[in-house]
Protein backbone atom coordinates (compact mmCIF):
# COMPACT_ATOMS: atom_id res chain seq x y z
CA UNK A 1 0.00 0.00 0.00
CA UNK A 2 1.00 3.76 -1.23
CA UNK A 3 1.94 6.09 1.77
CA UNK A 4 -0.28 9.37 0.97
CA UNK A 5 1.33 12.48 2.05
CA UNK A 6 -1.44 15.22 2.97
CA UNK A 7 -0.41 19.23 2.70
CA UNK A 8 -2.42 22.05 4.03
CA UNK A 9 -3.17 24.92 2.06
CA UNK A 10 -4.27 28.22 3.71
CA UNK A 11 -6.07 30.09 1.69
CA UNK A 12 -6.01 34.60 1.76
CA UNK A 13 -5.77 34.65 5.62
CA UNK A 14 -4.39 38.35 5.21
CA UNK A 15 -5.63 41.71 6.93
CA UNK A 16 -7.50 42.69 3.64
CA UNK A 17 -10.15 39.78 4.38
CA UNK A 18 -10.55 40.05 8.19
CA UNK A 19 -12.37 42.58 10.56
CA UNK A 20 -10.78 45.97 9.70
CA UNK A 21 -9.68 45.67 6.10
CA UNK A 22 -10.81 46.83 2.94
CA UNK A 23 -13.02 43.05 2.06
CA UNK A 24 -13.76 42.01 5.30
CA UNK A 25 -14.80 38.55 6.65
CA UNK A 26 -17.03 38.14 9.49
CA UNK A 27 -14.75 35.57 12.03
CA UNK A 28 -11.68 36.48 9.75
CA UNK A 29 -9.31 37.03 12.66
CA UNK A 30 -10.90 33.94 14.52
CA UNK A 31 -9.86 32.18 12.01
CA UNK A 32 -6.04 32.89 11.66
CA UNK A 33 -5.79 32.82 15.76
CA UNK A 34 -7.76 28.74 15.41
CA UNK A 35 -5.26 28.46 12.27
CA UNK A 36 -2.28 29.16 14.15
CA UNK A 37 -3.71 26.94 17.18
CA UNK A 38 -4.10 24.06 15.04
CA UNK A 39 -0.93 24.50 13.82
CA UNK A 40 0.93 25.14 17.18
CA UNK A 41 0.92 21.13 17.68
CA UNK A 42 2.28 18.83 15.55
CA UNK A 43 -1.06 17.54 12.44
CA UNK A 44 1.22 15.41 10.88
CA UNK A 45 1.62 17.58 7.47
CA UNK A 46 3.78 16.65 5.12
CA UNK A 47 3.79 20.09 3.35
CA UNK A 48 2.17 23.32 4.38
CA UNK A 49 0.75 26.13 1.55
CA UNK A 50 -0.58 29.81 1.95
CA UNK A 51 -1.79 31.25 -0.67
CA UNK A 52 -2.67 35.16 -0.83
CA UNK A 53 -4.18 37.40 -3.11
CA UNK A 54 -1.57 39.89 -4.82
CA UNK A 55 -3.06 42.20 -6.74
CA UNK A 56 -1.30 44.23 -9.03
CA UNK A 57 -3.36 45.40 -11.43
CA UNK A 58 -6.14 43.16 -11.93
CA UNK A 59 -8.16 44.73 -14.67
CA UNK A 60 -11.99 44.47 -13.99
CA UNK A 61 -12.14 42.63 -10.61
CA UNK A 62 -11.40 46.03 -9.05
CA UNK A 63 -13.73 48.38 -9.31
CA UNK A 64 -15.60 51.65 -7.57
CA UNK A 65 -19.16 50.17 -8.25
CA UNK A 66 -18.22 46.69 -7.52
CA UNK A 67 -21.14 43.99 -8.02
CA UNK A 68 -19.65 41.71 -5.15
CA UNK A 69 -19.37 38.56 -7.71
CA UNK A 70 -16.67 39.68 -10.35
CA UNK A 71 -15.50 43.12 -9.20
CA UNK A 72 -14.98 43.88 -5.98
CA UNK A 73 -13.66 47.17 -4.11
CA UNK A 74 -9.91 47.34 -3.65
CA UNK A 75 -8.27 44.46 -1.71
CA UNK A 76 -5.29 42.41 -1.28
CA UNK A 77 -2.85 45.32 -3.00
CA UNK A 78 0.47 43.78 -3.84
CA UNK A 79 3.25 45.55 -0.89
CA UNK A 80 0.76 46.34 1.61
CA UNK A 81 0.40 45.51 4.68
CA UNK A 82 -3.32 44.25 3.89
CA UNK A 83 -1.64 41.71 1.72
CA UNK A 84 0.57 40.13 4.12
CA UNK A 85 0.02 37.50 5.82
CA UNK A 86 -2.22 38.21 9.12
CA UNK A 87 -0.15 38.34 12.29
CA UNK A 88 -1.64 35.70 13.87
CA UNK A 89 0.43 33.21 11.40
CA UNK A 90 3.80 34.84 12.32
CA UNK A 91 4.27 32.34 14.73
CA UNK A 92 3.83 29.58 12.61
CA UNK A 93 5.54 30.87 9.88
CA UNK A 94 8.40 28.31 10.47
CA UNK A 95 6.19 25.54 9.75
CA UNK A 96 5.22 26.89 6.45
CA UNK A 97 6.79 25.43 3.25
CA UNK A 98 5.58 27.37 0.14
CA UNK A 99 3.99 31.25 -0.19
CA UNK A 100 1.82 30.86 -3.34
CA UNK A 101 0.60 34.32 -4.69
CA UNK A 102 -2.11 34.87 -7.21
CA UNK A 103 -4.49 37.43 -8.80
CA UNK A 104 -1.30 39.48 -9.86
CA UNK A 105 -3.03 40.92 -13.46
CA UNK A 106 -6.06 39.28 -13.23
CA UNK A 107 -8.79 37.60 -10.98
CA UNK A 108 -7.82 34.47 -9.54
CA UNK A 109 -10.01 32.62 -6.70
CA UNK A 110 -8.12 29.58 -6.46
CA UNK A 111 -4.95 29.03 -5.26
CA UNK A 112 -4.36 26.66 -8.28
CA UNK A 113 -4.16 29.93 -9.92
CA UNK A 114 -0.97 31.51 -8.03
CA UNK A 115 2.47 30.81 -8.07
CA UNK A 116 5.42 31.04 -5.90
CA UNK A 117 8.43 33.22 -5.68
CA UNK A 118 10.33 30.68 -7.92
CA UNK A 119 7.52 30.50 -11.02
CA UNK A 120 6.13 27.23 -9.68
CA UNK A 121 2.44 26.54 -9.74
CA UNK A 122 0.52 25.08 -6.77
CA UNK A 123 0.11 21.83 -8.71
CA UNK A 124 3.81 21.69 -9.30
CA UNK A 125 4.83 22.16 -5.67
CA UNK A 126 2.51 19.54 -4.80
CA UNK A 127 3.70 17.25 -7.07
CA UNK A 128 7.09 17.40 -6.39
CA UNK A 129 6.20 17.15 -2.49
CA UNK A 130 4.48 14.17 -3.70
CA UNK A 131 0.82 15.28 -1.51
CA UNK A 132 -2.06 12.80 -2.27
CA UNK A 133 -4.04 14.42 0.13
CA UNK A 134 -4.99 18.19 0.46
CA UNK A 135 -6.89 19.95 3.34
CA UNK A 136 -8.00 23.19 2.74
CA UNK A 137 -8.96 25.96 4.87
CA UNK A 138 -9.11 29.96 5.39
CA UNK A 139 -10.51 32.59 3.49
CA UNK A 140 -13.50 33.03 2.71
CA UNK A 141 -15.67 29.24 2.61
CA UNK A 142 -17.99 30.60 -0.38
CA UNK A 143 -15.32 31.98 -2.62
CA UNK A 144 -11.22 31.10 -2.84
CA UNK A 145 -11.28 28.31 -0.20
CA UNK A 146 -13.85 26.76 -2.17
CA UNK A 147 -12.27 27.56 -5.76
CA UNK A 148 -9.11 25.94 -4.26
CA UNK A 149 -10.87 22.98 -2.97
CA UNK A 150 -12.53 22.56 -6.12
CA UNK A 151 -9.50 22.94 -8.41
CA UNK A 152 -7.36 20.44 -6.07
CA UNK A 153 -10.10 17.69 -6.26
CA UNK A 154 -10.39 18.22 -10.39
CA UNK A 155 -6.21 18.07 -9.85
CA UNK A 156 -6.88 14.32 -8.91
CA UNK A 157 -6.09 15.34 -5.06
CA UNK A 158 -7.79 13.58 -2.04
CA UNK A 159 -9.36 17.00 -1.25
CA UNK A 160 -10.66 17.70 2.42
CA UNK A 161 -11.98 21.74 3.71
CA UNK A 162 -11.53 22.02 7.42
CA UNK A 163 -14.78 24.21 7.73
CA UNK A 164 -14.29 25.22 11.33
CA UNK A 165 -10.88 26.58 10.44
CA UNK A 166 -12.36 28.83 7.51
CA UNK A 167 -15.24 31.81 7.37
CA UNK A 168 -18.16 32.24 4.63
CA UNK A 169 -18.71 35.94 3.20
CA UNK A 170 -22.60 34.89 3.14
CA UNK A 171 -22.58 32.18 6.39
CA UNK A 172 -26.31 31.28 4.74
CA UNK A 173 -24.78 29.34 1.64
CA UNK A 174 -22.30 27.32 3.67
CA UNK A 175 -24.69 23.95 3.23
CA UNK A 176 -25.23 24.72 -0.75
CA UNK A 177 -21.28 25.86 -1.03
CA UNK A 178 -20.75 22.95 0.85
CA UNK A 179 -22.75 20.30 -1.40
CA UNK A 180 -21.34 22.12 -4.41
CA UNK A 181 -17.76 21.17 -2.95
CA UNK A 182 -19.36 17.37 -2.60
CA UNK A 183 -20.71 17.27 -5.89
CA UNK A 184 -16.99 17.78 -6.73
CA UNK A 185 -15.71 14.73 -4.54
CA UNK A 186 -14.40 17.44 -1.90
CA UNK A 187 -15.12 16.15 1.49
CA UNK A 188 -16.49 18.90 4.06
CA UNK A 189 -15.75 18.35 7.53
CA UNK A 190 -18.13 20.92 9.88
Given at each position: ??K????L??????????E????????GDA???????????????DC?VT???????????????PDY???W?DH????????????????????????VK?????????????????????????????????????????????A??????????D???????S???????IV?V????R????????
Amino acid sequence: MTKSNRALVIVDVQPTFCEGGSLPVSGGDAVAREIADFLSQDQGYDCIVTTQDWHIDPGTHFSENPDYKDSWPDHGVAGTAEADLHHELANIKGKINYSVKKGMFQAAYSGFEGFDDHKRSLKQILDSESITDVDVVGLAFDHCVKATAIDSAKNGFDTRVLAHLSAAVLPEVIVKVSDEMRSHGVEVIH
